[in-house]
């Protein structure tokens, strides 16, 4: 049974605007979330993180938002840009445990 | 130097076969680990060093054996494996010890068992 779920397989967005990639786990025990990018023949990419503690946290242009309650974790790119597209894998922690989304693969159209 | 280094990028190898994955760093990462990703899946935890002991196994089959040398390096010994075996191993490195740290991952072994 999956633990952390991204229902969105792809997205397209136009480039300069908001890219909103989501994510949803099963248990309240993970208390920590990662976002990793994901280019073709390239291992993850750590992008930003978010403790249960906060519900959200920003770096440049990326932002993320996390409702404990739904048990819902948003990632947010604005603008988005070209070099932006790939696979995002979202990630949760928590009891010794780590899982992955099976990833959202963004495209951004010039 | 901010990699980790996988080797080999693929390899092929037979049932019977006895290979190894290599997997390097020289961030000075104490924490290492070793995935499992199969086509269109997320990657799966396989094995955790922390100070170069084991710390985690997700109950994986005997016939992946891990091995950490040193606080650089980690191995992936691989014996007896079967086609289900066949995946993108992934090695990744982390500063702090702990599952909610930021890791970095190296390309990748692209494996295929005939």
């Known amino acids: 049974d999956q633990q952390v779920k991204q229902n969105s397989p792809s997205l397209s967005v136009q480039e300069g605007r908001i890219s909103i990639l989501n994510c949803d786990y099963t248990n309240s025990m993970f208390d920590y979330f990662l976002w990793y990018k994901k280019y073709p023949a390239e291992g993850p990419t750590f992008l930003i993180s978010?403790?249960?503690?906060?519900d959200k946290n920003e770096d440049g242009r990326f932002t993320v938002f996390l409702n404990k309650s739904a048990k819902h974790l948003s990632l947010h790119i604005v603008p988005s840009q070209p070099g932006d597209s790939a696979v995002y894998f979202c990630a949760v922690s928590g009891a010794n445990n780590l899982f992955f989304g099976t990833g959202t693969r963004l495209t951004v159209i010039p | 130097d901010t990699e980790v280094t996988q080797t080999p990028k693929h390899l092929v190898m037979g049932m019977t076969n006895k290979k190894s994955l290599k997997c390097e760093q020289h961030m000075g990462h104490r924490a290492m680990y070793w995935y499992k990703q199969k086509a269109k899946k997320p990657p799966e935890l396989m094995f955790v060093?922390?100070?170069?002991?084991?710390?985690i196994n997700e109950s994986v089959p005997s016939r992946f054996s891990p091995e950490c040398p040193n606080s650089s390096l980690l191995n992936l010994h691989l014996h007896a494996l079967q086609p289900e075996d066949s995946a993108l191993y992934l090695c990744a490195s982390s500063q702090g010890q702990g599952l909610d740290q930021p890791q970095h991952f190296g390309d990748g072994t692209r494996l295929s068992i005939l």
């Open positions: 060093y922390s100070y170069e002991k084991l710390s």
């Open positions: 978010i403790s249960s503690i906060k």
